[in-house]
Nanobody
Framework: VQLQASGGGLVQTGGSLRLSCAAS????????IAWFRQAPGKEREGVAC??????YYTVSVRGRFTISRDNAKNTVFLQMNSLKPEDTAVYFC????????????????????WGQGTQVTVSS
């Protein structure tokens, strides 16, 4: 599957953005989809993941970010509210065909399909 991430941009602190990850084929074939981010000089970090039943978030974004999926449109979204400067990063989406335990769904090593990144910049 090919993944296309979009929706990044420049926003002020406290603002919102919605990222989209469009899949080239039915996202139903990929039961686990996640968003990662990578800031300059830092390692890639798992942000949120979604299966057919559950969602999971890294602690720093809980209550501010919401991951959702629209299978009819083969698209996964990341709604980001109350953005902070520390959210500045390149955001990537990734997919995996087989679910893994929630405890590892934010581990980049378990994903074998990646989209290109979209830049999110939050100004202070």
């Amino acid at each position: 599957v090919q993944l296309q991430a979009s929706g990044g941009g420049l926003v002020q602190t406290g603002g919102s953005l919605r990222l989209s990850c469009a899949a080239s084929e039915s996202s139903l074939d990929y039961s686990l989809i996640a968003w990662f981010r990578q800031a300059p000089g830092k390692e890639r970090e798992g942000v949120a993941c979604i299966s057919s039943l559950n969602t999971y978030y890294t602690v720093s974004v809980r209550g501010r970010f919401t991951i959702s999926r629209d299978n009819a449109k083969n698209t996964v979204f990341l709604q980001m509210n109350s953005l902070k400067p520390e959210d500045t990063a390149v955001y990537f989406c990734a997919a995996r065909a087989v679910r893994v335990p929630q405890s590892v769904c934010l581990n980049s090593a378990v994903y074998d399909n990646w989209g290109q990144g979209t830049q999110v910049t939050v100004s202070s």
